[in-house]
């Protein structure tokens, strides 16, 4: 069974190495790697290229025009060869064993329709967890209620079967370059289970250029994506704490748009909207002052 890893970048040449590496030490050896360079203006592409000539693992590298990490994600989707499909960035690495503890598994429940992919479990270069620790061995649910019910905080390795992701592609906005994760995931929750296994498999970090670092201002400049993460959200089957907080989320974002008001309004229509909108204008204006002293 081959795996698809795919990684999105972006004037990252000097950190691929480490991935590349990485990758390199896999013990599972039928995995092909898709990068997606999203325009990149420094060395990526001859770094690349270095990459394919030493012939060591099989690499496909893609250029795009600048777009964003959804449209790459996209774009490798309908190139990928494997049967799952595996988002690794590049400022990330893979433990030496993490593609065949995938497959391992990943081959437990692959007749079981019903699962769309499999989770393990990320940790920072450190060893502590970039969030929640989990609490079990493995577990069998969804999306949406791994999140929203459990209330699970912080990241996971996410691995889903290619045809699954190519099922639910990512929306790309006119004018918009970032699109949450969590729009695509929870889509996917509403229709599949996860197979989630607490094992380490991907090491992480969070450099200063990455999109975690500057969160809010991006979100703020795709405020479309932004606001259907939000509202679909809202009409989701998660407990109504959630959707209180979803419905003041998608009012926080929908002020960077210029979508008309009563079009908002048929999105997230009801009586909490007396108290989600003044709460959504106020962390509004928060989210300005804050971008502003980043900027300053």
């Known amino acids: 069974m081959k795996i698809s890893v795919f990684t999105p970048t972006f004037n ?54 600048n777009g964003g990490k959804h449209r790459a994600l996209n774009n490798a989707a309908k190139k990928a060869q494997g049967e799952l499909f595996f988002v690794v960035d590049s400022d990330d690495q893979l433990t030496a064993n993490a593609l065949e503890r ?38 069998k649910c969804n999306n949406l209620d791994f999140r929203y019910k459990m209330n699970f905080k912080g990241d996971m390795a996410e691995i889903f079967r290619t045809s699954v992701i190519r099922e639910f592609p990512f929306p790309e906005y006119e004018n918009e370059r970032f699109c949450p994760e969590a729009l695509v995931w929870n889509r996917i929750g509403r229709s599949y289970n996860l197979f989630i296994f607490n094992e380490i498999i991907y090491l992480c970090d969070y450099l200063d250029d990455g999109l975690t670092r500057k969160i809010v201002k991006i979100r703020m400049e795709s405020p479309r994506a932004s606001m259907d993460t939000y509202a679909e959200l809202c009409h989701s089957p998660v407990p109504w704490l959630q959707k209180i907080k979803a419905r003041i989320n998608f009012w ?12 908002k309004m048929k999105r997230v229509s009801g009586f909490y909207n007396l108290l989600a909108i003044p709460l959504g204008y106020l962390m509004h204006i928060n989210d300005k002052k804050t971008v502003l002293n980043q900027n300053g």
């Open 102 to 139: 995938i497959a391992f598994h990943y081959n437990r429940v692959k007749d079981d329709e019903s699962i769309g992919g499999v989770f393990g479990v990320k940790a920072l270069f450190s060893g502590k967890p970039p969030g929640d620790t989990l609490l079990f061995p493995e577990l």
């Open 252 to 263: 926080r974002f929908s002020f960077n748009s210029d979508i008309p008001f009563t079009k």
């Open 12 to 65: 990252r040449g000097y950190l691929l190495k480490n991935l590349y590496d990485s990758l390199v030490r896999q013990t599972y050896k039928g995995f092909e790697w898709i990068i997606v360079d999203d325009g990149s203006e420094d060395d990526t592409e001859k770094v690349c290229t270095g990459f394919i000539d030493k012939n060591i693992i099989d690499i496909k590298y893609i250029r795009q025009k």
